[in-house]
């Protein structure tokens, strides 16, 4: 069973960058795609970005497209979201997930989750 961990999430400033990190383990990383979906409160789950397996394919919800870029390191067993300009409607809760692509992510078809980290944009 693929274990997946997420961090850096925290407090910054509307305009400003975070990078967060979802760690695989138990299995490794090469056959899965990752995607990130966040929460806010009172809102419905959105799916953010996704990352094929071999890192070849990504795809971003038009919400953050320009702004996140997604990225993988399969030999540390991690995957990255770099997010830039960051606004105050990107708070959330942001938890990552294993598929066995991203149409299957984005058709909900989530085989691991993390446990969430939250970030939070306010002046």
């Known amino acids: 069973q693929l274990q997946l961990v997420e961090s850096g999430g925290g407090l910054v400033q509307p305009g400003g960058s975070l990078r967060l990190s979802c760690a695989a383990s138990g299995f490794t990383l090469n056959y899965y795609a990752i995607g990130w979906f966040r929460q806010a409160p009172g809102k419905e789950r959105e799916g953010v970005s996704c990352?094929?397996?071999?890192?070849?394919?990504?795809n971003y919800a038009d919400s953050v497209k320009g702004r996140f870029t997604i990225s993988r390191d399969n030999a540390k067993k991690t995957v990255y979201l770099q997010m830039n300009r960051l606004k105050p409607e990107d708070t959330a809760i942001y938890y990552c997930?294993?598929?066995?692509?991203?149409?299957?992510?984005?058709?909900?078809?989530?085989?691991?989750w993390g446990q969430g980290t939250q970030v939070t944009v306010s002046s």
């Open positions: 990352i094929s397996s071999n890192g070849g394919s990504t």
């Open positions: 997930a294993s598929a066995p692509s991203c149409t299957s992510w984005r058709l909900g078809q989530i085989g691991s």
